[in-house]
């Protein structure tokens, strides 16, 4: 089992700035980073695998960094220029699964644990 909570979402002008936290229990071979705005479908920004690897979703590519202290157990994305598009309850996510072609999913249901979420809400 893992335990993730997230933290560091807010209310932003566009152009600003957050970074998002979410605290892990354990390692993992992948984390990554998924966002839901009301009445669209959740999808990926970024993922990490335990190598160092990261991928980036094209819809914040440039925009977003992932990153992860691993003594500290915690995942982060560090978000810039941000646009109103952007505002999403931002999830964190976990899991040992790895695709075809040993990377890191790209679906939210390849991912086994979940966060509860913390909302980026960017106004203009």
């Known amino acids: 089992q893992v335990q993730l909570r997230e933290s560091g979402g807010g209310s932003v002008q566009a152009g600003g700035s957050l970074r998002l936290s979410c605290a892990y229990s354990?390692?993992?071979?992948?984390m990554g980073w998924f966002r839901q705005a009301p009445g669209k479908e959740r999808e990926e920004v970024a993922s990490?695998?335990?190598?160092?690897?990261?991928t980036y979703a094209d819809s914040m590519k440039g925009r977003v960094t992932i990153s992860e202290d691993n003594a500290e157990k915690t995942l982060f994305l560090e978000m810039n220029n941000l646009k109103v598009d952007d505002t999403a309850m931002y999830v964190c996510?976990?899991?040992?699964?790895?695709?075809?072609?040993?990377?890191?999913?790209?679906?939210?249901?390849?991912?086994?644990?979940g966060g509860q979420g913390t909302q980026v809400t960017v106004s203009s």
């Open positions: 996510a976990a899991t040992d699964y790895l695709d075809s072609q040993f990377r890191c999913p790209a679906r939210w249901d390849d991912y086994r644990y």
């Open positions: 354990r390692n993992t071979l992948c």
């Open positions: 990490l695998d335990n190598t160092g690897r990261a």
